[in-house]
């Protein structure tokens, strides 16, 4: 599969690293970006082409799909006209800012019959798979309750690299749309169907940007399942992510990517007792020993791609064999209603549905 890397930034690189990794099964032919010097530049690096121009990368015929890594508010709009030239997509986290927009690509991946994925790479770590493997077979029994905590920190400087950081149309939002959707992503995928948030904001420690440097939120899922959401970007020097799952047969705790906690009642397979079940103390489970630092946090810059491959591994063979993508469209705007109906309960200072169907779209947008 043929690529065109849109977007030359901070992401991009990663993208096009981890697309040439996949040789000979895909191929980085173009970079693009309006910023002359980074389309060549990360052309260069890969003996790739480079162009300015969006539409020319989408008219050639010899580009079989398209990485968009551009500022989040343009996401949809670049989205829906690569799937109408007949491209597969790959679109960095968030699908989009809007739900009302992020529709508009499950409707258009239905009209033309292309693959799109969204990233979300840290549901390829092993800990992430292993829990939710653990969910989807009953091992926690009746899922109760969940977290999803991100207390980074993003100095002044970063969100004053970028004319977009920070603002609600480009960013669409701050420490939850930009940084804690990927623990949000996580939360949903294995706490089911969202239905309902109330939420706080604030901006507290940064200057000049228009969103939330701070949120709480708590989240109602549709199976009855509750859930707490923390995320900053204001929390110094930067801590972990980490997810908790709970239900009544056992619990699950990644934090930072990694497996810390896992406990199974009577989990007499030999394969659950491998993984800590069983016990009666409160110890750490296992230790997974290949999950990847996230590079936002503190880790190694070399494991983003690596996160990143797994996820166009599986998208390289949902396109080969005809099936969805593990991150699939619905899934991703599930993500971003949740992230959408906290900051709208913030701002009203009421609950907030979480609105997954515009009325003249009533099919779209069902996780699935
Ligand atoms: N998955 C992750 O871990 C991860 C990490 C970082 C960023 N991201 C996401 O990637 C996206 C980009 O973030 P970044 O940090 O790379 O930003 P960036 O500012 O470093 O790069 C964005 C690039 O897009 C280019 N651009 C702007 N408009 C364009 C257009 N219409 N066509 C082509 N190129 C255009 C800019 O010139 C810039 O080079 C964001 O949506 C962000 O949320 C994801």
Not at 18 to 40: G, K, N, Q, Y
Not at 147 to 161: E, F, K, M, N
Not at 232 to 258: C, E, K, M, W
Not at 324 to 353: H, I
């Amino acid at each position: 599969m043929r690529f065109a890397v849109i977007g030359c930034g901070v992401i991009g690189r990663a993208h096009a690293d981890s697309i040439t990794s996949l040789a000979p099964h895909a191929e980085f032919v173009l970079a693009v970006d309006p910023i002359p010097d980074r389309a060549r530049e990360l052309a260069a690096r890969y003996d790739a082409q480079a162009t300015t121009s969006t539409a020319d990368a989408l008219d050639r015929a010899d580009i079989d799909a398209v990485a968009i890594c551009t500022p989040s508010g343009q996401h949809v709009g670049l989205a829906v006209a690569a799937l109408e030239a007949g491209k597969h997509v790959m679109v960095e986290k968030p699908l989009d800012v809007q739900v009302d927009a992020a529709l508009r690509v499950a409707e258009a991946e239905r009209r033309t019959g292309r693959t799109v994925s969204v990233i979300s790479q840290h549901r390829f770590d092993r800990a992430s798979q292993f829990v939710r493997q653990a969910v989807q077979d009953g091992k926690l029994g009746r899922i109760t309750s969940g977290s999803a905590g991100i207390a980074w920190w993003r100095s002044q400087g970063y969100y004053d690299s970028g004319d977009w950081r920070g603002t609600w149309l480009l960013d669409g939002g701050g420490s939850l749309m930009n940084q804690g959707i990927h623990t949000i992503d996580l939360l949903v995928w294995m706490l089911g169907e969202p239905v309902e948030v109330f939420a706080w904001t604030g901006c507290l420690a940064h200057q000049g940007i228009e969103v939330e440097d701070t949120a709480v939120a708590t989240i109602r899922f549709a199976s009855g399942a509750l859930g707490v959401i923390h995320g900053t970007t204001a929390a110094y020097p930067g801590l972990t992510t980490r997810l908790q799952v709970h239900g009544d047969r056992g619990s699950a705790v990644i934090d930072n990517d990694r497996l810390e906690y896992f406990h199974a009642a009577g989990a007499e397979s030999p394969e659950a007792a491998a993984y800590g079940a069983g016990r009666e103390s409160n110890q750490a489970g296992l230790v997974l020993p290949d999950a990847a630092p996230d590079p936002a946090a503190g880790g190694a810059p070399a494991a983003l791609p690596n996160a990143h491959t797994l996820q166009y591994r599986d998208f390289l063979d949902a396109v080969i064999h005809g099936r969805p993508p593990l991150v699939n469209v619905a899934e991703a705007t599930a993500t971003l209603a949740v992230v959408c109906a906290v900051y709208e309960s913030a701002r009203t200072g009421r609950p907030a549905p979480i609105r997954l169907r515009t009325p003249n779209d009533a099919d779209s947008g069902t996780p699935a």
